[in-house]
């Protein structure tokens, strides 16, 4: 059984950073890719970056391009999505999620496992 587990979310304020984390266990992913996704209350969950597996090309929307960095540790079986220069607008739940097959879309409907989410709160 899949499962993935997201860490590291928290408060902090703006213009601050965090580094989340996510945990994969029962399988180990050769191929496919890792995306971020979030969703902020009363909205669409949406795209936030994606890493293939294999040779780690990245993937971001173009909100957090330049201060979000999505990374893979294939050892470890872990993604991590460190996140600077955070503004309020980037307050969600940031959710994780698995594509064993596919080459880091960004739509959501093509990730099979999913995480429980984490919440990320910037004050202003």
């Known amino acids: 059984q899949v499962q993935l587990v997201e860490s590291g979310g928290g408060l902090v304020q703006a213009g601050g950073s965090l580094r989340l984390s996510c945990a994969v266990s029962?399988?180990?992913?050769?191929?496919?890719?890792m995306g971020w996704f979030r969703q902020a209350s009363g909205k669409e969950r949406e795209f936030v970056a994606a890493?293939?597996?294999?040779?780690?090309?990245?993937y971001y929307a173009d909100s957090v391009k330049g201060r979000f960095t999505i990374s893979r540790d294939n050892a470890k079986n872990t993604v991590y999505l460190r996140m600077n220069s955070l503004k309020p607008n980037d307050t969600a739940v940031y959710y994780c999620?698995?594509?064993?097959?596919?080459?880091?879309?960004?739509?959501?409907?093509?990730?099979?496992?999913w995480g429980q989410g984490t919440q990320v709160t910037v004050s202003s």
């Open positions: 890493v293939t597996w294999d040779d780690g090309n990245t």
């Open positions: 029962g399988r180990t992913f050769s191929n496919g890719a």
């Open positions: 999620a698995a594509d064993p097959y596919g080459s880091a879309s960004k739509s959501k409907y093509n990730y099979n496992y």
